[in-house]
C-alpha cells in the first residue's frame, strides 16, 4: 500500500465551486504539504503544516485553505475554483525538510 | 522568495549519450536534494547532498554540490530509455524555513 494517498485522483469542476483535495499518509510524519505544478514552473508550495495545530501560508495561497484533521490528514479547499487553479497538486510529508515523500497527485481541470 | 533555475527546460537525446541538466541559485542551501518523476505520479528522491564540492553516484547518475552550495548539477552516464522523466532540484535554506523547488527539467531517452 502506498505511504501518501490522494483522493480524487482526477477532478474536472466548473466556475466557483468548491471542492476539496484529501491527502491521508501512514508514514508518522509531522509534516505535511500541499503544492502545486504547473508546466515550466516546477513545484509551488501552497500550504505547509509541521504537526496538527501548525497551519501555514506558502508561497501561492490565495483561494485556497487547508484543514489538518489528524497527524495522517492534511486536506486542501477551493473556496471558489477558478480556471487559473487548473494543475497538478500534490500532497507530501517529510520527517525533516531533506526528504519529502509525494503522494501520486490530484489532476483538477476547473472549466 | 528564492529562485531555483534548472536547465536545459527540456532535452532529448538518444540512448547512450550523455547529459548533464544544472540547477543554478543565488541563494545559499543547507541542503539540496534531486527528485526524479514519472508522468502519473509524484516526485521521488533521488539523492541528497550537504557538503559544499560534494559528489554523490547513484549507479549511472553523479551529483555535485558547488563549493559555494548555490548551484548543482546531475550527470547522466548513457542514458537508458528508464532514465525518462522530469528531474527537479530542491533547495533547503535550513531552519524553519521551506524547501524550494527548481523549474525542472523534462528528459526524454529515445530507445
Known amino acids: 500500500d502506498a505511504d501518501v494517498t490522494q483522493t480524487p485522483r482526477n477532478r474536472i469542476t466548473k466556475t466557483g465551486k468548491r471542492i476539496m483535495l484529501e491527502c491521508s499518509q501512514t508514514?508518522?510524519?509531522?509534516?505535511m504539504y500541499w503544492y502545486r505544478q504547473d508546466p515550466g514552473l516546477g513545484l509551488r508550495l501552497i500550504y505547509y503544516?509541521?504537526?496538527?495545530?501548525?497551519?501555514n501560508k506558502g508561497e501561492i495561497s490565495d483561494g485556497y485553505s487547508v484543514s489538518r484533521q489528524a497527524q495522517a490528514k492534511f486536506s486542501l479547499s477551493l473556496e471558489s475554483a477558478i480556471p487559473n487553479q487548473t494543475a497538478l497538486y500534490f500532497c507530501?510529508?517529510?520527517?525533516?525538510?531533506?526528504?519529502?515523500?509525494f503522494g501520486p497527485g490530484t489532476r483538477l481541470l476547473v472549466l | 522568495t528564492q529562485l531555483l533555475e534548472q536547465s536545459p527546460q527540456f532535452l532529448s537525446i538518444q540512448e547512450g549519450e550523455n547529459l548533464t541538466v544544472y540547477c543554478n541559485s543565488s541563494s545559499v542551501f543547507s541542503s539540496l536534494q534531486w527528485y526524479r518523476q514519472e508522468p502519473g505520479e509524484g516526485p521521488v528522491l533521488l539523492v541528497t547532498v550537504v557538503t559544499g564540492g560534494e559528489v554523490k553516484k547513484l549507479k549511472r547518475l553523479t551529483f555535485q554540490f558547488g563549493d559555494a552550495r548555490k548551484d548543482s548539477s546531475l550527470h547522466i552516464t548513457a542514458a537508458q530509455p528508464g532514465d525518462t522523466g522530469l528531474y527537479l532540484c530542491a533547495g533547503d535554506s535550513g531552519g524553519y524555513q521551506k524547501v524550494t523547488f527548481g523549474t525542472g527539467t523534462k528528459l526524454q531517452v529515445i530507445p
Open positions: 503544516s509541521f504537526d496538527v495545530k501548525d497551519i
Open positions: 507530501a510529508t517529510s520527517e525533516n525538510q531533506e526528504t519529502q515523500y
Open positions: 508514514k508518522g510524519h509531522d509534516r
